[in-house]
Protein backbone atom coordinates (compact mmCIF):
# COMPACT_ATOMS: atom_id res chain seq x y z
CA UNK A 1 0.00 0.00 0.00
CA UNK A 2 0.81 3.40 -0.31
CA UNK A 3 3.66 5.08 2.47
CA UNK A 4 3.86 8.06 3.41
CA UNK A 5 7.59 8.92 5.97
CA UNK A 6 7.71 11.41 8.28
CA UNK A 7 10.80 12.17 10.23
CA UNK A 8 12.07 13.13 12.94
CA UNK A 9 9.07 11.35 14.80
CA UNK A 10 9.98 13.44 18.01
CA UNK A 11 11.66 16.32 18.37
CA UNK A 12 12.33 19.08 21.39
CA UNK A 13 14.12 22.50 20.60
CA UNK A 14 15.00 25.63 22.45
CA UNK A 15 13.18 28.71 21.80
CA UNK A 16 13.79 30.50 19.05
CA UNK A 17 15.09 27.79 16.80
CA UNK A 18 13.89 26.12 13.99
CA UNK A 19 13.01 22.69 13.13
CA UNK A 20 12.60 20.76 9.89
CA UNK A 21 10.30 18.71 9.40
CA UNK A 22 10.31 15.62 6.46
CA UNK A 23 7.42 14.21 4.33
CA UNK A 24 8.04 11.78 1.93
CA UNK A 25 5.70 9.64 -0.51
CA UNK A 26 7.78 6.36 -0.51
CA UNK A 27 5.91 3.93 -3.28
CA UNK A 28 4.08 7.08 -5.21
CA UNK A 29 4.20 10.25 -6.58
CA UNK A 30 2.32 13.27 -4.75
CA UNK A 31 1.78 16.43 -6.51
CA UNK A 32 0.12 17.76 -3.21
CA UNK A 33 0.78 17.13 0.25
CA UNK A 34 -0.88 18.22 2.95
CA UNK A 35 0.09 19.41 6.49
CA UNK A 36 -2.16 19.39 9.64
CA UNK A 37 -1.69 20.20 13.74
CA UNK A 38 -2.68 18.60 16.27
CA UNK A 39 -3.36 19.32 19.76
CA UNK A 40 -3.83 16.70 22.59
CA UNK A 41 -7.41 15.37 22.55
CA UNK A 42 -8.14 17.82 19.62
CA UNK A 43 -9.10 17.01 15.78
CA UNK A 44 -6.53 17.62 12.68
CA UNK A 45 -6.22 21.10 11.59
CA UNK A 46 -5.43 21.90 7.87
CA UNK A 47 -2.12 24.14 8.25
CA UNK A 48 -1.43 24.47 4.60
CA UNK A 49 -1.55 22.64 1.26
CA UNK A 50 1.80 22.06 -0.31
CA UNK A 51 2.26 21.87 -4.28
CA UNK A 52 4.99 20.79 -5.90
CA UNK A 53 6.66 23.02 -7.94
CA UNK A 54 4.91 25.92 -6.90
CA UNK A 55 4.26 28.28 -3.71
CA UNK A 56 2.43 25.77 -0.57
CA UNK A 57 -1.58 27.14 0.18
CA UNK A 58 -2.03 28.61 3.99
CA UNK A 59 -5.05 28.46 5.84
CA UNK A 60 -6.61 30.91 7.45
CA UNK A 61 -4.78 32.21 10.49
CA UNK A 62 -1.61 30.30 9.89
CA UNK A 63 1.42 32.06 9.24
CA UNK A 64 3.59 31.73 6.30
CA UNK A 65 6.52 33.09 7.64
CA UNK A 66 6.37 30.85 10.55
CA UNK A 67 5.92 27.76 8.92
CA UNK A 68 7.39 27.60 5.28
CA UNK A 69 6.85 24.90 3.10
CA UNK A 70 8.77 23.88 0.49
CA UNK A 71 7.54 20.92 -1.98
CA UNK A 72 10.84 20.57 -3.83
CA UNK A 73 10.01 17.06 -5.81
CA UNK A 74 7.01 14.83 -6.37
CA UNK A 75 8.21 13.09 -3.33
CA UNK A 76 9.24 15.34 -0.63
CA UNK A 77 7.76 18.20 1.14
CA UNK A 78 9.33 19.73 3.90
CA UNK A 79 7.71 21.71 6.98
CA UNK A 80 9.60 24.40 8.52
CA UNK A 81 8.72 25.72 12.20
CA UNK A 82 11.31 29.23 12.61
CA UNK A 83 11.79 30.64 15.46
CA UNK A 84 9.32 28.01 17.32
CA UNK A 85 8.29 29.29 21.23
CA UNK A 86 6.70 27.00 23.18
CA UNK A 87 3.24 27.31 21.83
CA UNK A 88 4.48 25.80 18.49
CA UNK A 89 4.53 22.67 20.82
CA UNK A 90 1.92 19.75 19.00
CA UNK A 91 1.81 16.93 16.77
CA UNK A 92 2.57 17.53 13.26
CA UNK A 93 1.23 15.20 10.56
CA UNK A 94 1.75 15.22 6.87
CA UNK A 95 -0.12 13.10 4.56
CA UNK A 96 -0.77 12.65 0.73
CA UNK A 97 -3.17 10.64 -1.90
CA UNK A 98 -1.45 8.29 -3.76
CA UNK A 99 -4.02 8.85 -6.45
CA UNK A 100 -4.69 11.89 -8.19
CA UNK A 101 -8.54 11.55 -7.66
CA UNK A 102 -9.64 14.23 -5.01
CA UNK A 103 -12.02 11.15 -3.51
CA UNK A 104 -9.39 9.03 -2.95
CA UNK A 105 -7.93 8.63 0.77
CA UNK A 106 -5.04 10.35 2.33
CA UNK A 107 -2.37 8.52 3.61
CA UNK A 108 -0.83 10.13 6.66
CA UNK A 109 3.22 10.24 7.68
CA UNK A 110 3.51 8.77 11.40
CA UNK A 111 3.32 12.45 12.62
CA UNK A 112 6.15 14.58 14.51
CA UNK A 113 5.65 15.47 17.85
CA UNK A 114 7.09 19.10 18.52
CA UNK A 115 8.44 20.03 22.14
CA UNK A 116 9.49 23.32 22.73
CA UNK A 117 11.40 24.31 25.68
CA UNK B 1 -20.28 27.39 8.66
CA UNK B 2 -19.22 23.88 7.93
CA UNK B 3 -19.47 21.56 11.14
CA UNK B 4 -19.18 18.04 12.10
CA UNK B 5 -20.57 16.40 15.36
CA UNK B 6 -19.71 12.89 16.71
CA UNK B 7 -19.24 11.77 20.77
CA UNK B 8 -16.53 12.57 22.68
CA UNK B 9 -16.23 9.28 23.93
CA UNK B 10 -17.82 5.96 23.99
CA UNK B 11 -17.19 2.51 26.52
CA UNK B 12 -18.15 -0.43 25.18
CA UNK B 13 -17.28 -4.18 26.02
CA UNK B 14 -14.54 -6.33 24.74
CA UNK B 15 -16.62 -8.73 21.89
CA UNK B 16 -19.88 -6.14 21.53
CA UNK B 17 -20.55 -4.56 19.29
CA UNK B 18 -20.88 -0.26 19.18
CA UNK B 19 -21.64 2.47 17.01
CA UNK B 20 -20.25 5.38 16.58
CA UNK B 21 -22.51 7.99 14.94
CA UNK B 22 -21.48 11.25 12.68
CA UNK B 23 -23.53 13.98 11.54
CA UNK B 24 -22.64 17.10 9.16
CA UNK B 25 -23.43 19.99 7.38
CA UNK B 26 -21.11 21.01 4.53
CA UNK B 27 -21.01 23.32 1.66
CA UNK B 28 -21.14 20.00 -0.81
CA UNK B 29 -20.47 16.78 -0.44
CA UNK B 30 -18.11 14.47 -1.94
CA UNK B 31 -18.29 11.82 0.51
CA UNK B 32 -17.40 10.80 3.79
CA UNK B 33 -13.99 9.07 5.38
CA UNK B 34 -13.54 7.32 9.02
CA UNK B 35 -10.02 6.68 10.29
CA UNK B 36 -8.77 5.49 13.35
CA UNK B 37 -6.24 7.16 15.26
CA UNK B 38 -4.12 5.28 17.99
CA UNK B 39 -3.00 7.63 21.12
CA UNK B 40 -0.27 9.30 19.18
CA UNK B 41 0.15 7.85 16.16
CA UNK B 42 -0.98 9.50 12.73
CA UNK B 43 -4.75 8.29 11.71
CA UNK B 44 -5.46 5.27 8.88
CA UNK B 45 -8.10 4.86 6.59
CA UNK B 46 -10.66 2.64 7.35
CA UNK B 47 -13.23 3.91 5.12
CA UNK B 48 -15.39 5.72 2.54
CA UNK B 49 -18.56 5.95 1.35
CA UNK B 50 -20.52 8.56 -1.22
CA UNK B 51 -23.61 6.63 -1.89
CA UNK B 52 -26.12 6.07 1.07
CA UNK B 53 -26.00 2.56 2.15
CA UNK B 54 -23.55 0.27 4.23
CA UNK B 55 -20.25 -0.83 3.31
CA UNK B 56 -18.66 -3.56 4.73
CA UNK B 57 -15.14 -4.00 5.25
CA UNK B 58 -14.39 -7.22 7.66
CA UNK B 59 -15.67 -6.49 11.77
CA UNK B 60 -16.24 -2.49 10.54
CA UNK B 61 -19.22 -1.10 8.63
CA UNK B 62 -19.85 2.23 7.84
CA UNK B 63 -23.42 3.94 6.56
CA UNK B 64 -24.64 6.96 4.55
CA UNK B 65 -27.54 8.60 4.64
CA UNK B 66 -27.16 11.64 2.48
CA UNK B 67 -30.47 13.31 2.96
CA UNK B 68 -29.95 13.20 6.58
CA UNK B 69 -26.39 14.46 6.72
CA UNK B 70 -25.83 11.23 9.08
CA UNK B 71 -22.92 8.39 8.75
CA UNK B 72 -21.83 5.71 11.39
CA UNK B 73 -19.28 3.38 11.92
CA UNK B 74 -19.97 0.20 13.25
CA UNK B 75 -17.70 -2.13 14.89
CA UNK B 76 -18.22 -5.74 15.47
CA UNK B 77 -16.73 -8.32 17.87
CA UNK B 78 -14.82 -5.79 19.46
CA UNK B 79 -11.13 -6.12 20.53
CA UNK B 80 -8.82 -4.61 22.88
CA UNK B 81 -6.80 -3.20 20.23
CA UNK B 82 -10.31 -1.58 18.66
CA UNK B 83 -9.69 1.27 21.40
CA UNK B 84 -9.03 4.38 19.73
CA UNK B 85 -10.09 7.89 18.62
CA UNK B 86 -12.47 7.27 15.39
CA UNK B 87 -12.35 10.89 12.76
CA UNK B 88 -15.05 11.29 10.84
CA UNK B 89 -14.02 13.69 7.45
CA UNK B 90 -16.34 15.07 4.98
CA UNK B 91 -15.03 15.85 1.62
CA UNK B 92 -16.93 19.15 0.87
CA UNK B 93 -17.37 20.87 -2.62
CA UNK B 94 -14.01 21.84 -2.87
CA UNK B 95 -12.66 18.29 -2.16
CA UNK B 96 -11.13 19.90 1.22
CA UNK B 97 -11.31 17.63 3.99
CA UNK B 98 -13.72 18.96 6.96
CA UNK B 99 -12.55 16.93 10.37
CA UNK B 100 -14.79 16.11 13.29
CA UNK B 101 -12.97 16.13 16.57
CA UNK B 102 -12.98 11.97 17.16
CA UNK B 103 -14.68 9.85 19.47
CA UNK B 104 -12.33 8.26 21.64
CA UNK B 105 -13.79 4.81 22.23
CA UNK B 106 -12.59 2.78 25.39
CA UNK B 107 -12.82 -1.20 25.36
CA UNK B 108 -13.41 -2.69 28.23
CA UNK B 109 -12.61 -6.45 29.14
Known amino acids: GAVVSQHPSRVICKSGTSVKIECRSLDFQATTMFWYRQFPKKSLMLMAT?????????EQGVEKDKFLINHASLTLSTLTVTSAHPEDSSFYICSARSLTVDTSPLHFGNGTRLTVT | GQNIDQPTEMTATEGAIVQINCTYQ??????LFWYQQHAGEAPTFLSY??LDGLEEKGRFSSFLSRSKGYSYLLLKELQMKDSASYLCAVSDSNYQLIWGAGTKLIIKP
Open chain 1, 50 to 58: SNEGSKATY
Open chain 2, 26 to 31: TSGFNG
Open chain 2, 49 to 50: NV
